[in-house]
């Protein structure tokens, strides 16, 4: 899988892209396959104010429903309607076509208490 050099990663197993002010925000490959098959996603409300590490989203699969957090604070400015209409998205196109939320940042310095790649394979044991 070629990922972006960019890309964060929070504790909780969400990946972040950043473009100016804006992150895109998903799952990792790591939270998809311990959740297996996706079979609902519950979007976060556009417009909603966040903080980070706010539970905005839920993904439900098979085996149990989990929360979805916000890695960065800021205002949720678009979701991802394809994943209401195929949520399996999510296994397979976790860093693509599966991105959870769009948020524009309102505290940018949070990035820094992010991970990179090699901090969270750490993490999680890679």
């Known amino acids: 899988?070629?990922?972006?050099?960019?890309?964060?990663?929070?504790?909780?197993h969400e990946w972040v892209l950043v473009d100016g002010d804006v992150a895109t925000?998903?799952?990792?490959?790591?939270?998809?396959?311990?959740?297996s098959d996706v079979v609902f996603v519950e979007l976060p409300k556009t417009g909603r104010t966040t903080a980070a590490k706010e539970a905005v989203a839920v993904?439900?699969?098979v085996?149990?429903?989990s929360d979805?957090?916000?890695?960065?604070?800021?205002?949720?400015?678009?979701?991802?309607p394809e994943?209401?209409?195929d949520p399996a998205l999510i296994n397979t196109d976790p860093y693509g076509k599966a991105?959870?939320?769009k948020?524009?940042?309102?505290a940018p310095q949070e990035l820094a208490g992010l991970k990179d790649a090699k901090a969270y394979a750490s993490h999680i044991g890679k």
């Open 1 to 12: 899988m070629n990922l972006p050099d960019n890309l964060k990663y929070a504790d909780s």
């Open 25 to 35: 925000v998903g799952i990792t490959d790591h939270a998809q396959s311990e959740l």
């Open 59 to 61: 993904v439900e699969s």
């Open 63 to 65: 085996k149990a429903a």
């Open 68 to 80: 979805i957090y916000t890695p960065v604070s800021g205002e949720i400015i678009a979701t991802n």
């Open 83 to 85: 994943l209401t209409a």
């Open 99 to 101: 991105w959870i939320f």
């Open 103 to 106: 948020i524009k940042l309102s």
